[in-house]
C-alpha cells in the first residue's frame, strides 16, 4: 500500500470514528433524561387519566425519552429545548412529563427509538402539576 493509501485509509478511519462518537453521543444525548423522572412516569402510567382525551381514540402507555423544542406561532424555536419523557400515545396526540411547566402553545417532539426517530409537531392543551414534575397533554398538528 503506498503512503497515498495509507493517508485516505487512515483520514476514512479517522472520519468514521469521529461519525460513530457523534452518533454515541447523539443517542446519549436523548436519553440523558433524569432516572427518578422515568420511574415516576413509569408508576404513574397506569393510576392516572390519560393526558390528552379524544373520547373513541384510546391512549395507550408509552414510555421513552424525548427530546423536544418549544415552538412559536410560526413553528419556529422559541426557547430552551429540554428532555422529556412520553406518557401515553393515541392516534391524536400525546402525554409528556417534565419537571416544569410549559407555556408554549407549539412543541417539537422527537423520539428516538432502536428503529429510527420521529419528530412530530404539537399543539399543547393543557399542562397539569402532578407534585414535582409537569403532565403535558398535546395533539399533533397536521396541515
Known amino acids: ?31 440523558a433524561v433524569a432516572p427518578e423522572l422515568v420511574d415516576f ?14 373520547g373513541k381514540h384510546p391512549c395507550h402507555p408509552f414510555n421513552v425519552p424525548a427530546d423536544v423544542q418549544p415552538l412559536d406561532a410560526s ?18 396526540g400525546i402525554g409528556l412529563v417534565y419537571t416544569r411547566a ?9 423520539i428516538r427509538t432502536t428503529v429510527g426517530s420521529k419528530s412530530l409537531i404539537v399543539e399543547v392543551t393543557g399542562c397539569r402539576s402532578l407534585g414535582t414534575f409537569y403532565d403535558i397533554g398535546a395533539t399533533f398538528v397536521t396541515d
Open 1 to 31: 500500500m503506498s503512503p497515498k493509501n495509507l493517508l485516505v485509509d487512515g483520514e476514512s478511519l479517522a472520519l468514521e470514528a469521529v461519525e460513530r462518537y457523534l452518533s454515541l453521543q447523539e443517542r446519549q444525548s436523548a436519553t
Open 41 to 54: 412516569v413509569k408508576r404513574i402510567s397506569a393510576e392516572l387519566p390519560p393526558s390528552h382525551n379524544h
Open 75 to 92: 413553528f419556529n424555536p422559541s426557547g430552551e429545548p429540554f428532555k422529556a419523557v412520553t406518557r401515553d400515545l393515541s392516534l391524536l
Open 102 to 110: 410549559v407555556d408554549a402553545k407549539y412543541l417539537q417532539v422527537t
